[in-house]
Nanobody, 126 residues
Framework: QLQASGGGLVQAGDSLRLSCAASGRPFDKYTMGWFRQAPGREREIVAAINWSGGTKNYADFVKGRFTISRDRVKNTVYLRMNSLEPEDTAVYYC?????????????????????WGQGTQVTVSS
């Protein structure tokens, strides 16, 4: 089970930190990802982090503004978002990869993530 939180309404240039609490399976064996979906658009990868936290990847549009991290004690994955832009407005979802110790070549594909949180709305006003 994944429980996302931390979204809200902010102004351009502001920051937010999203959190996703995981339960129900060994947290430190699975890659985790943050995705987002804007109205009328497909769901897209924002960032992914492997099971150990040692490998991270970001979508090009992040441009160094976002940071993904995970805390194995709290079984939580975070997405720190700085310098938010109106184009970042979307529902943000955390997701858990389906296969343990798997990352390369699959960390960006929604089809490899069978476990999804409920989504948290991020709205950035200009």
């Amino acid at each position: 089970q994944l429980q996302a939180s931390g979204g809200g309404l902010v102004q351009a240039g502001d920051s937010l930190r999203l959190s996703c609490a995981a339960s129900g399976r060994p947290f430190d064996k699975y890659t985790m990802g943050w995705f987002r979906q804007a109205p009328g658009r497909e769901r897209e990868i924002v960032a992914a982090i492997n099971w150990s936290g040692g490998t991270k990847n970001y979508a090009d549009f992040v441009k160094g503004r976002f940071t993904i991290s995970r805390d194995r004690v709290k079984n939580t994955v975070y997405l720190r978002m700085n310098s938010l832009e109106p184009e970042d407005t979307a529902v943000y979802y955390c997701a858990g990869h389906g296969r343990p110790y798997t990352y390369e070549g699959t960390h960006y594909d929604t089809r490899d993530y069978p476990f999804w949180g409920q989504g948290t709305q991020v709205t950035v006003s200009s």
